[in-house]
T-cell receptor, first 115, second 111 residues
Framework: DGGITQSPKYLFRKEGQNVTLSCEQN?????MYWYRQDPGQGLRLIYY???????QKGDIAEGYSVSREKKESFPLTVTSAQKNPTAFYLC??????????????FGPGTRLTVT | GQQLNQSPQSMFIQEGEDVSMNCTSS?????WLWYKQDPGEGPVLLIA?????ELTSNGRLTAQFGITRKDSFLNISASIPSDVGIYFC???????????FGAGTTVTVRA
């Protein structure tokens, strides 16, 4: 079955530590995205990548970093510079060259708690 | 991206009821998407709309792309308990390729 996996499901970290969230897809999609979800708010875009070895900042990139070394993988690092990192993080992918290029498919999410 | 105005913020349903929710934007959109999210899970794509006036169904769900291209509507007919969850709209403005999301409509079963 094709899909997106995110690991771990729950992650706990101490303040001041960097943490990396994993996102893997086997949909053969070129584009991948990271969103942050907070209660009562819409999803906010952190970073996105349209193609391997290229990525762009989204609306709330400060305190986050990404890499896109392989088509199927798009890890997100939450750095100690992120002031309010506790949130639910969602990874998504889409296929820009298809007729359904704007349909994004989401992983199950990682809930990060920083204390 | 811009925030979409999604309403209502929450609603209570009784089994068998028809329910409606909508999403509006201040600018013209070329694509509207509707997602459902269960607690602690990722959103699942329900319906995608690409043309103004388009009406698309997926089982008991029906969504419409507003004629003005600034709004979209989702209807759930004959609701059942598993319809509870958070429904999100998402749209793509005509001048961008990234999606903007609404804050969600929380659907709960009325006791």
């Amino acid at each position: 079955d094709g899909g997106i996996t995110q690991s771990p499901k729950y992650l706990f970290r101490k303040e001041g530590q960097n943490v990396t969230l994993s996102c893997e897809q086997n949909l053969n999609h070129d584009a991948m995205y990271w969103y942050r979800q907070d209660p009562g708010q819409g999803l906010r875009l952190i970073y996105y990548s349209q193609i391997v070895n290229d990525f762009q900042k989204g609306d709330i990139a400060e305190g986050y970093s990404v890499s896109r070394e392989k088509k199927e993988s798009f890890p997100l690092t939450v750095t100690s510079a992120q002031k309010n990192p506790t949130a639910f993080y969602l990874c998504a992918s889409s296929q820009p060259s298809s007729g359904k290029s704007y349909e994004q498919y989401f992983g199950p999410g990682t809930r990060l708690t920083v204390t | 991206g811009q925030q979409l105005n999604q309403s209502p913020q929450s609603m209570f349903i009784q089994e068998g009821e028809d329910v409606s929710m909508n999403c509006t934007s201040s600018s013209i959109f070329n694509t509207w998407l509707w997602y459902k999210q269960d607690p602690g899970e990722g959103p699942v794509l329900l319906i995608a709309l690409y043309k103004a006036g388009e009406l698309t169904s997926n089982g008991r769900l029906t969504a419409q792309f507003g004629i003005t291209r600034k709004d979209s509507f989702l209807n759930i007919s004959a609701s059942i308990p598993s319809d509870v969850g958070i429904y999100f709209c998402a749209g793509r403005p005509s001048n961008d390729y990234k999606l903007s999301f609404g804050a969600g409509t929380t659907v709960t079963v009325r006791a």
